[in-house]
């Protein structure tokens, strides 16, 4: 809900002074892009590339049932942050100070985050279940973080900067993810796989790799970047003055606030058109960063090291998207670039679906042992991994600019005076359905008993997307790009 800026925020920042940009952030401001820069690692290390892949490979001992597993806690708490969070944000006007209730929330995530390392492989750890049960408790937290966290944007950076600050978070959260990646790279997944100077002769600390300890270690770095991440917010990062309202009257109150907002959609037809569509193709964005890694580990058989330098290359690329997704609207129009990202990724998941190990994209069988290496390097060996990489740079850049060109579409189809109240619709709109691509791919694994059977469903979130957004009028265009 990074969009959706609380009414009292915006009378805070109403005065001159907030809307002009200053020539540096402040220390508020930059300790706000800190906090989330250090929760980005979490995503990137536990959800997508390392932890959940290990948890459902070698835990579960099931690909497929793994992926199932995997789904299960993004379901559940999908459908926990869809019947709070919107609420949440609703009222977090009303509550008043904020830092309180962010603090205990992150109290909760790190030792939680923490509690990941014993899941150990041989069953006497953490069992399937509750690994299931802290991952869904994360997964609810971390949204709320979200909505706390976001809340106190123009406090900290006024509108003027909040531009500079969001901006600031995003590169840090790459830039944290990125340097997490190397570090486990060098540390614990490439000493005693290759001869390489500059890397240990052993993974640091003594781990152990046969008790997986070099995967499950991400938990807690994960946990530590965060803690310490955090605590710059905390010091520096001003916070909202105490409202005196209860809570449960400012729940009230905000519950009533958010059906005005929403009613107010009926007037506007493309953009009511527009958020709906939006409901169900960025879960199925969503849902392909999500699955991607759980997919690469079960079906093209990456081993860890294998994840981490296909996280570390997709981290750098995805940066790349950002640029397309502004080069797609000035060229084609906002809706346009929308339809033209989300089409390309739904042809990366059907790519997906056609590749394994001796498959590529369907129809040409591949035979290993026939082949010499692409090159003598411990990853990416064959030329089924290299294409299988090249479909995950797809995804990653056109993923990320679709993120870009339907904020600026919102922005074309609502009337200047009505951005924030749009603005918080398109917030809510992104949880209503958070839970969806992961009931999706669940029901899909658990039908077809395949993670393909599963992966593939994601293409029904894309298509609806798709197919919804030809019922917007307009290109997204204002009249100075048509000229």
Not at 110 to 139: E, Q, Y
Not at 382 to 388: A, G, R
Not at 441 to 463: D, K, P, R
Request: hydrophobic share 55%; aromatic share 14%.
């Amino acid at each position: 809900m990074s969009e959706l800026i609380p009414e009292g925020d915006l009378a805070v920042a109403s005065n001159a002074a907030s809307h002009l940009p200053t020539k540096g952030l402040s220390r508020g401001a930059a300790a706000w892009s800190f906090f989330e820069g250090a929760r980005n690692p979490y995503v990137i290390l536990i959800t997508i590339y390392i932890f959940m892949p290990y948890f459902a490979a070698v835990v579960v001992g099931d690909p497929v049932k793994g992926q199932e597993a995997v789904a299960a806690y993004g379901q559940y708490s999908g459908w926990i942050v869809m019947a709070t969070a919107p609420f949440l944000g609703a009222s977090i006007d009303k509550i008043g100070r904020r830092k309180g209730w962010l603090a205990l929330v992150v109290c909760l995530m790190i030792p939680l985050m923490w509690a990941l390392w014993f899941t150990t492989p041989d069953g006497k750890g953490l069992s399937v279940g509750m690994v299931i049960a802290i991952a869904t408790a994360i997964g609810v937290l971390f949204s709320y973080s979200e909505v706390l966290h976001n809340s106190l944007l123009v406090r900290a950076a006024g509108l003027g900067d909040a531009h500079k600050a969001s901006a600031l978070a995003l590169a840090l959260g790459n830039a944290f993810a990125l340097g997490a990646l190397v570090f486990t790279a060098w540390a614990f997944a490439l000493p005693g796989k290759v001869s390489w100077g500059w890397v240990p002769a052993a993974p640091l600390f003594g781990l152990n790799p046969a008790m997986h300890e070099t995967d499950r270690i991400v938990a807690p770095m994960a946990a530590t970047i965060f803690a310490l991440g955090a605590i710059p917010l905390f010091l520096f990062t001003p916070d909202a003055p105490k409202s005196g309202v209860p809570l449960l009257q400012a729940i009230r109150t905000g519950a009533r606030d958010l059906i005005r907002m929403v009613s107010t959609m009926k007037n506007y037809r493309d953009a009511a058109i527009f958020l709906i569509a939006r409901m169900f193709y960025v879960d199925g964005m969503t849902a392909v960063l999500l699955f991607a890694g759980v997919y690469a580990r079960g079906v093209m058989h990456f081993d860890a090291l294998t994840m981490l330098f296909y996280g570390i290359i997709l981290t750098v690329l995805a940066v790349f998207g950002g640029f397309v997704g502004g080069w797609l609207d000035s060229w084609l129009g906002a809706k346009r670039s929308v339809q033209v990202e989300i089409g390309i990724s739904l042809i990366g998941v059907f790519a997906i679906l056609g590749m394994s190990p001796d498959t590529i994209l369907f129809f040409w069988h591949f035979d290993p042992a026939a082949h010499a290496p692409l090159w003598n390097g411990p990853f990416f060996r064959t030329l089924p991994e290299l294409i299988f990489l090249l479909i995950g740079f797809s995804n990653a850049t056109f993923i990320t600019a679709h993120y870009a060109s339907s904020r600026t579409l919102l922005t074309r189809l609502t009337p200047p005076d009505q951005t924030g109240t749009f603005f918080g619709v398109y917030a809510l709109s992104g949880t209503a359905t958070v839970w969806l691509g992961s009931f999706l791919v669940n029901l899909g694994t658990h039908l077809f008993h395949s993670q393909q059977g599963g992966f593939g469903m994601i293409s029904i979130l894309l298509s609806f997307g798709f197919l919804g957004l030809l019922f917007v009028r307009g290109d997204g265009r204002t009249a100075h790009e048509r000229k």
